[in-house]
């Protein structure tokens, strides 16, 4: 039994639409021992058991402050320039963030898990896989268009970037800027209720 305060749990139906609580919910008790004692990277951030749930728990955190600063930018006009420059409506909800933000590095539950994987290597490394194939079908999370791309760009356009065209669109663009905040300032961060040497000693007993 895993004795940690599972706070990513208490915010899926808090943030997320009705449709997707249900399969998000299952596919996060299906996966609770990974979620709870993974690190959330090898080194560069939340680098500790347990840092995985930190770092999702701190972008849906961050996004929630950062969606209603933003919404005031729409509707009083960013300071200093005229107001309303832009349409006063996003192309997103905030639920189509939380559901990015929360399957967004779904593969460091295993690669940096606190027990062995049912799963083998490919699918460990392949996201695609569960974007289209797992998550849909086992678990009925079937993602939009913009979704896709936010999860494709969170990290930034890398290799993709054009001059001429926006390949990271605005879902993916605001979920890139929680994505950094968490990972390269709050990178430090701790949210569990447990000490990384109680989580270090919990994932050990999993089998890693």
Request: charged share 25%; hydrophobic share 40%; aromatic share 12%.
């Amino acid at each position: 039994m895993i004795s940690v305060k599972d706070q990513l749990r208490e915010l899926i139906p808090k943030y997320m639409a009705e449709w997707m609580v249900e399969g998000v919910l299952k596919f996060h008790d299906d996966h609770l021992e990974e979620i709870l004692t993974a690190k959330g990277s090898s080194h560069n951030h939340q680098a500790w058991y347990g840092g995985y749930h930190d770092h999702v728990v701190q972008c849906l955190t961050i996004a929630d402050d950062l969606w209603k600063v933003t919404a005031g930018y729409l509707e009083c006009g960013v300071p200093g320039y005229a107001p309303r420059l832009v349409k006063n409506e996003l192309m997103f909800k905030f639920e189509n963030v939380a559901l990015v933000l929360y399957f967004h590095d779904i593969e460091k539950i295993f690669k940096y898990g606190g027990r062995r994987s049912i799963y083998d290597e490919k699918v460990l490394t392949n996201k695609d896989i569960w974007y289209y194939g797992i998550l849909p079908e086992k678990y009925g999370i079937r993602f939009e268009h913009n979704e896709l791309n936010a999860l494709e760009y969170i990290h930034g356009e890398g290799n993709d970037y054009k001059k001429d065209e926006r390949v990271m669109h605005p879902l993916a663009a605001f979920c890139h800027t929680v994505d950094v905040l968490s990972a390269r300032v709050f990178h430090n961060a701790r949210w569990l209720a447990h000490s990384e040497e109680e989580a270090t000693q919990m994932a050990a007993k999993r089998g890693r």
